[in-house]
């Protein structure tokens, strides 16, 4: 399980005041009641993360139907679908909400994850992506991707 960097700092910037603040006083009933805040500040994420990934692991491949990049223009929006292809370019991985540009040879689509997937997955990867067909303001289509593996 991960959690995202702005959950780092949160959970860094909230030992180290603590820490701080616990030095200067050295009040026990302070530290008893800061303590179980940061476990929150640890527990919440790790648990949306757990949760994300097994909502993931619920999701079959097979319910989506497989589509060329090239044909996807002619699909509406909404619908269900899967691609095959090779990772172009990532980013947002810090966030955990990565974001993919994948080509199969046919064309280039974007698939924005709403979860990192299980697997770390780089530039170059051959990859198999399912979610739902969006078209963005500026009229480009791209996935919002469910689940995302090597293949």
Request: glycine share 10%; net charge positive.
């Amino acid at each position: 399980m991960r959690m995202s960097i702005p959950a780092y700092i949160c959970l860094g910037l909230g030992v180290f005041f603590v820490a701080f603040t616990y030095a200067l006083g050295r009040d026990t009933q302070f530290l008893l009641k800061t303590l179980p805040m940061l476990l929150v500040l640890l527990g919440v994420p790790l648990a949306l993360s757990f949760m994300n990934r097994r909502h993931t692991d619920q999701v079959d491949l097979g319910d989506y139907k497989y589509f060329k990049i090239k044909d996807l223009p002619s699909i509406r929006a909404g619908e269900p679908v899967r691609i095959r292809g090779t990772i172009k370019s990532a980013s947002m991985k810090w966030l955990n909400r990565p974001n993919f540009r994948i080509s199969d040879g046919t064309g280039e689509i974007g698939v924005f994850m709403f979860w990192a997937p299980r697997e770390d997955i780089n530039p170059g990867d051959k990859v198999e992506a399912a979610g739902s067909l969006r078209v963005g303001p500026t009229k480009k289509q791209n996935i919002w991707g469910i689940k995302m593996a090597k293949i």
